[in-house]
């Protein structure tokens, strides 16, 4: 049998013993050892006559083959006595050629997963504010950080307290009429206080008010101030 490989398209002697015996389609479980040992010195000669080098753990293998060859061939009883229970002199080599399979079978599964992880681009976290185009600021001396908190540490202030004698109404509270109302009471007052502008506690009415506010700053209909930290927080109109 001629062969067309070298040598270095194999990984080691298990490697190219299992491609004779693919290519020989013979049972992994139940090897030919005879015919599979023809095949694998034939190609070892095959490389010698090439001038190529064979590794030695070739050889090694080359040697196995032969021994386990030579002891299929002895009569059964004398191979009983040569090995405990009677046991198959194939057995290792199977066991070996099975654990090597399974190695090689998850190496290619790890080198499809490796190759699919290439298509797969990551982004190390950013702050959202390197994306907010200017035209999107709040003219205001705080940050919307500072105007959400502080409308959280109020919404709760109120929340704690007995309830508030409510009007129900279904009118729906828009943002627009929000910011008509916040216009009329900065066209008298001029300077009001941030919370004054939320005279009703519902979940509704804050939102409005609270985007109506945000609105109007980025527009630049008013100006939100806070002198220092901690203290109060008021709207201006811009002069």
Avoid: W
């Avoid at 004398?78 to 190695?103: K, N, T």
């Avoid at 109404?169 to 216009?183: L, M, Q, Y």
Wanted: with cysteine; charged share 35%.
């Amino acid at each position: 049998m001629e062969f067309d490989f070298r040598i270095n398209d194999f990984e080691g002697p298990l490697d190219l013993l299992l491609h004779l015996i693919k290519e020989s389609k013979m049972d992994i479980m139940n090897i030919e050892i005879e015919e599979i040992t023809k095949q694998y010195v034939s190609f070892l000669e095959q490389q010698e006559k090439m001038n190529l080098e064979v590794s030695s753990e070739y050889l090694v293998l080359a040697s196995e083959l032969i021994e386990i060859k030579s002891r299929m061939l002895l009569p059964r009883s004398a191979m009983e006595e040569d090995s405990e229970e009677g046991e198959d002199p194939r057995e290792e080599l199977i066991s070996r050629l099975l654990e090597y399979q399974a190695y090689k079978d998850i190496t290619r599964v790890l080198q499809e997963k490796e190759l699919l992880r290439k298509d797969i681009y990551t982004k190390i976290p950013e702050s959202i504010y390197n994306y907010v185009e200017e035209d999107h600021e709040i003219h205001a001396d705080v940050t919307l950080e500072d105007l959400v908190n502080a409308l959280q540490n109020y919404y709760q202030r109120k929340a704690d307290k007995k309830p508030l004698n409510t009007k129900v109404t279904v009118n729906e509270i828009s943002v627009s009429s929000r910011r008509h109302d916040i216009k009329k009471l900065l066209k008298s007052k001029k300077r009001v206080s941030f919370f004054e502008l939320f005279p009703v506690v519902t979940k509704e009415y804050i939102v409005a008010t609270f985007l109506a506010i945000l609105e109007m700053a980025k527009n630049k209909e008013l100006v939100i101030k806070q002198e220092n930290n901690f203290e109060d927080i008021y709207c201006e109109v811009v002069k």
